[in-house]
């Protein structure tokens, strides 16, 4: 049986998916001959240890009561009673990660899973990979950080995955590195790559206006408790900027055009969340209609896609053909078109769920077992 | 430096392109780190290896001039002449090959390649796995022969890969691959897996009649050069057999239902080619123009599709919607919808070129490439 110790940052609903499917795979993976030894579970306060990381692991009923105190809101803190393991925080949690990435890294390996949304955790990563670790991210911000920080992170590509960056769990990233090291030149990337922008977008085209296509996406849960989180595109550009950046490309976020859904004077800095969405976003109804009707008389639709071509990376609405696979595009799902060699004039079509945090965990998941002869 | 010993049997259109793109991706390899070392390459009756498997390669020219002598319909023994190589013959290469198996496959590892379309390959790829060795397949036959020949052959799953037997370069085996293994359930498979049927299939729909669309695809070069090959669904019921045995589906081919577009009068060990294209396909126009009508009345269209589904693969002619992901494929694309819990409402669905020598090879390329990390 080939042993993965794995030590977990971040639990919110991706990371307790994660540790769900971790436990319920228990037995698939034995026939795969493949166990995942969980030696620890940070949340942004606390680390939650094995009592030693070389011989024993956080059993499933630990594994168990981390899901059930974070999914009642509480810190990772609170499990200090449990027997069976040590609990660190603060910066005392901070070292003790370090340390375990030390004790492990070289010796029996170890998975470092970043599911958070932090922009503090690129440190701890670099210097992960740098003690030997594999790495596997859900969070886009690490590698959407400066070059120095991707090169660093990017040193040993086999000992990084991150395919739960983009489109959630669909194999996009996996496909993308099959065509990539197959020599098969990628000319050319568009994709809509958020589930919120693509639901935003498809109602749209019946003509309701953009004010209560939000405020119903909202509504829905589909949006980020900002709308204009989502509205920015930013979350689009990092998703581009990654694929962009496995194509080998040296690019930047502040290289990326990036069309905002609502202008600057409406920013989350400027007015609140509920003056956006009853005063300020009905003024921008107008002039979306009156694009979607151009579009129409086009034969096409609108669509919120990242363009990535050439060294360049384009976010923003795009009028597409009605017929094309993204102009038929529904709901929240996820779509990327790849252009190469070998898909030349019809790309290659990956579409489905590109959110979700069952989706989004079982993408780790995936890179871990997918990595698995990296491990002794 | 990783070295990957590479041993390549059939080198048909399928095979040339693998040699050239390995040789063109020379340096895109090294910089990834890794050296695919050519030891030896098989045509049906012979085999040209290295003088010491161990130690030396067939190098670029070498290739080529294997590339270019097989370009003209000659054998490989022609190489005879050439320095650098022993060219072994008849029963002398299949021991031969075997020898190479044994010599490499415990110490450097080695990748053995099925890119044949033979029957014939399966006992010395069981050997090789048995052996040590990995193997990558872009033949169907050995896949989709006995269960037991199956279990031997996929007794160490990472050792074996096989993504161009299905919708040729597509991610449909790494896609599936990955979904099976981060535990996700999977309901069901709906694929049309034929660039020839997809071509018909779509041409049908305009009204032209099925002799007259056959014809056609035959003067294209879409079909095999017996087009019953292609309309019996047999190639089509491979691939569905091979993406159920990797369900994990304890299937073999006399139980899949196969829908053939001809009755078996019209077969081929009963009417010649030319009789069955110029007297035979037209007495199946009618019906099939019927029922082409009667999808369309229901709002649907007739796809040839491979079903899996519970214990069963079904291939044939269905009626599915026009307004399906499958419905608007048109051309020579192949389509896959994977339902599972993560993909339940829509599927993930993987589209674009499921044929061509280039793609074909380009999918055994990226497998070798993410087998690297099982060579020391």
């Not at 795979?25 to 306060?45: I, W």
């Not at 393991?85 to 492990?104: H, M, P, Y």
């Not at 194999?171 to 065509?179: D, G, Q, T």
């Not at 976020?253 to 409406?266: A, G």
């Amino acid at each position: 049986m080939k042993k993965i110790p794995v030590l977990l940052m971040g639990c919110g609903g991706v990371g307790r998916h994660l540790l769900q499917h971790i436990v319920s795979c228990r037995s698939l993976h034995a026939d795969m001959g493949v166990h995942l030894r969980v030696v620890g579970v940070c949340d942004s306060k606390s680390l939650v240890a094995s009592m030693d990381v070389l011989k024993e692991e956080l059993n499933d009923e630990l594994l168990s009561e981390v899901c059930h105190i974070k999914s009642t809101g509480s810190p990772l803190s609170n499990l200090g009673a449990s027997g069976g393991c040590q609990v660190f925080n603060g910066s005392e949690a901070k070292r003790e990660t370090e340390e375990i990435a030390k004790r492990l890294g070289k010796s029996t390996g170890l998975a470092v899973l970043d599911i958070s949304a932090s922009m503090e955790t690129v440190e701890i990563l670099v210097k992960a990979v740098d003690l030997g670790c594999c790495v596997v991210l859900a969070n886009k911000k690490p590698l959407t950080s400066s070059l120095e920080h991707y090169d660093k992170l990017a040193l040993h590509p086999r000992f990084i995955r991150h395919e739960s960056t983009v489109g959630a769990g669909l194999p996009v990233i996996a496909s993308l590195s099959r065509i990539i090291s197959s020599g098969d030149p990628v000319h050319r990337i568009v994709g809509s790559l958020s589930g919120t922008l693509g639901y935003v977008m498809s109602e749209l085209e019946d003509g309701k206006p953009l004010s209560q296509v939000v405020r119903a996406a909202k509504t829905l849960g589909y949006t980020e408790p900002d709308p204009r989180d989502d509205l920015s595109g930013m979350d689009v550009a990092r998703k581009g900027l990654i694929l962009a950046r496995l194509l080998g490309k040296r690019i930047v976020m502040d290289s990326i055009k990036i069309e905002s859904l609502y202008p600057e004077e409406m920013g989350p800095g400027v007015i609140s969340v509920d003056d956006f969405l009853h005063n300020g976003i009905v003024k921008l109804d107008q002039s979306i209609e009156e694009r979607v009707k151009r579009a129409s008389s086009n034969g096409c639709v609108l669509r919120y896609v990242c363009v990535i071509e050439g060294s360049s990376v384009q976010v923003g609405i795009r009028e597409v053909s009605k017929d094309s696979p993204l102009g038929r595009l529904k709901g929240s799902d996820n779509i990327v078109e790849i252009y190469s060699r070998c898909y030349k004039e019809q790309p290659l079509v990956i579409q489905g769920a590109g959110a979700g945090n069952d989706t989004t965990a079982a993408g780790v998941l995936a890179d871990i077992i997918d990595m698995q002869d990296l491990f002794p």
